[in-house]
């Protein structure tokens, strides 16, 4: 069985630009989360997202948007990209819409953003 | 202070070594905890949840202390394929996962 997928697997873009991140999640799951990891950090939650619905952001400007589509898949959207947007995207999947020890989140590969 | 706390370590411990890890969280509220493996350049994978009674899964063993509000890992005979890093989680509300910096374990022969 497929598991999470991310794309692209690595971006190279320059200060300023947008960028969009896709992922599809497991077949079933119902729910994506989006996390952001610098190097030599934990991820830090960005979005979740259920049935299409905006259920919980984090700490994250404006700048950062995404949403769900009908088949469940999700894109995350960074506009007016900063050299500190430089991380690993990573996109999580998970049958349900709350993060519970009975709901675990699978994560995809990741994509590599580099902002130069 | 930040949410969840642990010591990034590196962690150079010997094959067949025993080794433990530490993660403190601030808020007491927090529902459910979790350690989950890293590997250089890969995606975190869920390791084991964390039970208030203390879970052991072979030679990992996950313990909770909610009033010292600490969590731990021990790790008994280490391999050289335990070299990773090792997040620490902690849910506080329903929506996220909240990630120490993790740990990084370099095990050698």
């Known amino acids: 069985d497929a598991g999470v997928t991310q794309s692209p697997t690595h971006l190279i873009k320059t200060r300023g630009q947008h960028v969009t991140l896709r992922c599809s999640p497991i077949?079933?799951?119902?729910?994506v989360s989006w996390y952001q990891q610098v190097l030599g950090q934990g991820p830090q939650f960005i979005f979740q997202?259920?049935?299409?619905?905006?259920?919980g952001r984090g700490n994250f400007p404006d700048r950062f948007s995404a949403r769900q589509f009908p088949n469940y898949s999700s894109e995350l959207n960074v506009n007016a990209l900063l050299l500190g947007d430089s991380a690993l995207y990573l996109c999580a999947s998970s049958l349900r819409g709350v993060a519970l020890a009975t709901n675990e989140q699978f994560f995809g590969p990741g994509t590599r953003l580099t902002v130069l | 202070r930040k949410e969840v706390e642990q010591d990034p370590g590196p962690f150079n411990v010997p094959e067949g070594a025993t080794v433990a890890f530490n993660c403190t969280y601030s808020n007491s509220a927090s529902q459910s905890f979790f350690w989950y493996r890293q590997d250089c350049r890969k995606e975190p994978k869920l390791l084991m949840s964390v039970y208030s009674s203390g879970n052991e899964d072979g030679r990992f063993t996950a313990q909770l202390n909610r009033a010292s509000q600490y969590i731990s890992l021990l790790i008994r005979d280490s391999k050289l394929s335990d070299s990773a890093t090792y997040l620490c989680v902690v849910i506080l509300n329903t929506d996220k996962l909240i990630f120490g910096t993790g740990t990084r374990l370099q095990v050698f022969p």
């Open positions: 997202y259920y049935e299409k619905e905006e259920r």
């Open positions: 077949s079933g799951h119902k729910s």
